[in-house]
């Protein structure tokens, strides 16, 4: 594993970290993601956002190497991810962290050890470092007085937190985050949100964070990708997506129902004046 | 007075962080008041390396050595403004071993809070059925045959081979053994009374818990993980009538039909040896399976078998209802049912045996 360098800015470069070309990923006839062309900068913080069923979670699927996608190609680092081997996609996958929805946190272990279990399996660590370690990662996400606790002891903001320490426990290069914020109260919200930007300024980590919530997307993002579905309606500077003038995008980031959406309005029509 | 220093290497992490703890190791053994970790010639690092720095204070912390740290860079010091160093070096709370009631505690607790859960889920499911019934909420047809297509016409290939196998091996044993004596002929006795009194009922219930006693408990559990049950009971919707009653009745019934079917095709398993390989005519065979069975034996089974299936279906939702501790509670509650199903199997047995031959 390549280490941290210690001069994170450094690590900022322009090169493309992530790339994903034509991605088009289908669920028996239905198209979920139709041509999708993206690509993540080193050390930035890229959101994908959308509304629910646009093909969000989807799309994380197919980047961080968990669902192959129907056509189109998906490489990190320069390496196509779904046509590597089996050795090369191991060294991609230990260079990447993946903060689920739900946290799955494995249940018969405690919060301390599922933090720790990446450290002992890929690492050689003497224990005591490898201990101290996941509770420094415990520490930075407010869990380590819970670090003895099981995961079904745990509120759901704390399992997503305790899942985010996990994903970083090997100093990944990239972590993906699933609605990182979604069910979470607005204070603990906006301290996932301070983490996720603070892990990104300090470590140089490349961010990949899912979310429909659109103050954590506009709080954390550098850039922003916008699905509406299942095609990429929107692609640039933080504010310059905020600005874009597409109908569409315009009425998911006003937060309005859709002109094209009759619900509640066609039932006039069948008014007997 | 000088004090040791440990200097780390330029490259601090995983792959070289065994040669910090050695050196702080062997610093320490010459017990020192006082160590000095200097990090100024540290130009990478990761979070090992700097969990090796962690460590290595909170070692000295609980030993009584005062520690200090110099030439920490700025990106060391912005990783550690992201924790609290000094509640990373607290001492950990000794970790108390409990006394040995405590831990016999331990393993009775679950034991008997099972088995007082089967019983409750016993006591409301009849409750259900018969008051239920009586205050006009019927049992639910629709989903009970849905159970039933599952735990008996799911089962009936498996059991049918078991039984015909079965069957066989009970009449070549048998066989040995009489022939020495010119009666080889009392083996349908042997094989008729084993499979209608005993082997039948037995299989069939031990089938019935690893099928569907194990399905009803992982089922069960995984709702109420995913707090499935919770919305049913907030819908106003009982589980137990809605869930549990269809399974219980299914398993009860599903074990009468494949006892039967069990029973029939164990005798045509020992049928088919004792015509193909012992020489018996198949009216023989018969003629004597008919003088050495009675009615009663036939009843006695099935009452028997039904109460293995109840037993087998309320085990597993009972247990699959009381699951915690997510898919770790799930496994648990899945492999218990089986476990617990088939020792109660065994239990009623030997009551119902008690009763039908030595009470009377």
Avoid at chain 2, 80 to 92: A, T
Avoid at chain 2, 289 to 301: G, I, K, N, S, Y
């Amino acid at each position: 594993m390549k280490p941290l360098s210690s001069d994170p800015a450094a690590r900022r470069q322009t090169e493309d970290l992530v790339r994903a070309v034509a991605l088009t990923t289908m669920f028996g006839e239905r198209t979920v993601l139709d041509g999708v062309d993206l690509a993540v900068r080193r050390g930035e913080v890229f959101v994908i956002m959308g509304p629910s069923g646009c093909g969000k979670t989807t799309l994380l699927r197919n980047l961080c190497g968990l669902l192959p996608p129907t056509l189109g190609s998906v490489s990190v680092a320069g390496h196509d991810l779904y046509s590597a081997s089996p050795e090369l996609l191991q060294h991609l996958r230990l260079r990447t962290g993946l903060s689920f929805q739900g946290g799955a946190l494995l249940g018969n272990l405690s919060v301390l050890d599922n933090v720790a279990l990446p450290l002992r399996e890929n690492t050689d660590l003497p224990e005591a470092v490898i201990v101290e370690t996941a509770r420094m990662k415990l520490d930075m996400v407010g869990l380590l007085h819970a670090s003895m606790s099981m995961p079904s002891a745990l509120s759901g903001g704390m399992r997503k937190r305790a899942a985010l320490a996990r994903a970083i426990a090997l100093d990944p290069d990239i972590v993906y985050f699933d609605e990182p914020s979604s069910g979470l109260d607005p204070v603990t919200a906006a301290e996932v949100d301070n983490l996720i930007a603070k892990l990104n300024k300090v470590f140089g980590i490349t961010m990949i964070v899912v979310t429909h919530d659109l103050p954590s997307a506009y709080a954390i993002a550098d850039r922003i990708l916008v699905l509406l579905d299942g095609k990429v309606a929107a692609m640039g500077a933080r504010d310059h997506v905020w600005m874009d003038t597409n109908a569409r995008l315009r009425d998911f980031i006003e937060r309005r129902r859709p002109a094209e959406d009759s619900r509640g309005m066609d039932v006039i029509s069948h008014l007997e004046v | 007075m000088s004090h040791p220093t440990i200097t780390a290497t330029a490259t601090l992490d995983r792959s070289t962080v065994g040669i910090l703890v050695a050196e702080f190791e062997r610093e320490m053994r010459t017990k020192p008041k006082r160590v000095c970790v200097d990090l100024g010639a540290v130009e990478s690092f990761d979070s090992a390396g700097l969990g090796a720095v962690v460590s290595s204070m909170k070692a000295a912390n609980e030993a009584g050595v005062e520690i200090k740290l110099k030439g920490l860079s700025q990106p060391m010091l912005d990783f550690f403004s992201l924790v609290s160093v000094h509640r990373l070096v607290m001492p950990s709370l000794p970790v108390v071993r409990p006394g040995a009631v405590v831990r016999l505690g331990a393993v009775v607790e679950p034991m008997v809070d099972g088995a007082l859960a089967v019983l409750r889920t016993a006591r409301d499911t009849f409750r259900e059925l018969v008051l239920g019934t009586l205050r006009g909420q019927f049992l639910r047809l629709d989903r009970t045959a849905i159970e039933v297509d599952h735990c008996a016409a799911g089962a009936l290939a498996i059991i049918a081979l078991i039984a015909f196998m079965l069957g066989m091996v009970l009449a070549m044993q048998a066989y040995v053994q009489l022939r020495v004596w010119g009666c080889e002929v009392y083996v349908a006795d042997m094989v008729g009374v084993a499979v209608i009194a005993e082997i039948g009922p037995l299989m069939t219930a031990i089938v019935l818990a690893a099928r569907s006693g194990s399905r009803n408990a992982a089922q069960l559990g995984a709702m109420v993980v995913s707090e499935e049950i919770a919305a049913l009971e907030q819908m106003g919707i009982r589980p137990l009538s809605f869930l549990v009653a269809p399974k219980v009745v299914a398993c009860a019934y599903g074990a009468l039909a494949l006892t039967i079917v069990f029973d029939v095709v164990g005798m045509c398993g020992g049928a088919a040896f004792a015509w193909g390989f012992a020489g018996i005519e198949l009216g023989a065979f018969a003629e004597q399976l008919r003088q050495a069975l009675t009615l009663e034996d036939f009843v006695v089974a099935l009452a028997k078998s039904t109460t293995f299936g109840a037993a087998v279906g309320l085990v597993g939702c009972a247990l699959g209802l009381r699951v915690q501790d997510g898919s770790e509670g799930v496994g648990r509650a899945t492999t218990n049912s089986v476990v617990l199903s088939i020792f109660l199997v065994i239990v009623i047995d030997a009551l119902f045996v008690t009763w039908q031959r030595m009470a009377r």
